[in-house]
């Protein structure tokens, strides 16, 4: 979506513009967060782009899917057979204690893409009066491989938080 607004930081404001990213889900999406996943925007230098998502547990593979958009704008949807996430390295929050996978080699067919936090810290730490949490880990990454590109990565599920007290 197209952004203009006033971003305010130590008592001086910028007026900024750009392109922002609305992202909502609904449902009952506690077993979701409870077992954990994750989700990858990619989009490449050569206008195509991937949505990819990996719930965890040992068998994910009804919980794994995706999908490639062409540069003509065709989507196409992937089977959890079709790609594969491995993880390259792990992260630990010096706030939370929390370990995150940092750094994935995603495979796409016969394509295979580097994905690397462009910053490491990128936890989110909800602090609600109703909810303890979430933590969760999203951020910008940089893709490299025989396409560059940039990407946008969430991860959920690592940080278990304490349940609310009634």
């Known amino acids: ?33 409870d077992k954990g996943w994750q989700w990858f925007a990619i989009e490449l230098a050569d206008n195509r782009q991937f949505m990819l998502f990996d719930f965890n547990g040992e068998d994910a593979t009804v919980e794994k899917s995706g999908s490639i958009t062409d ?13 594969d996430v491995a993880i390259l390295d792990y992260w630990t929050s010096p706030t939370t204690g929390c370990t995150y996978p940092a750094g994935w080699t995603v ?16 936890e989110l730490r909800g602090s609600h009066s109703f909810w303890v949490g979430p933590v969760y880990w999203e951020g910008a990454c ?25």
């Open 107 to 122: 495979t796409i067919g016969s394509e295979t893409f580097t994905v690397q936090p462009a910053v490491q810290n990128q």
């Open 71 to 83: 540069v003509q704008g065709r989507t196409t949807n992937l089977a959890a057979h079709q790609f």
């Open 142 to 166: 940089t893709v490299s491989g025989a396409v560059s590109g940039q990407a946008y990565v969430e991860l959920n599920g690592y940080c278990k938080c304490p349940k609310p007290a009634h």
């Open 1 to 33: 979506m197209a952004t203009t607004g006033t971003l305010s930081i130590k008592d001086k404001s910028y007026k900024v513009t750009g392109t922002s990213w609305f992202d909502r889900q609904y449902g009952e999406l506690f077993q979701a967060i």
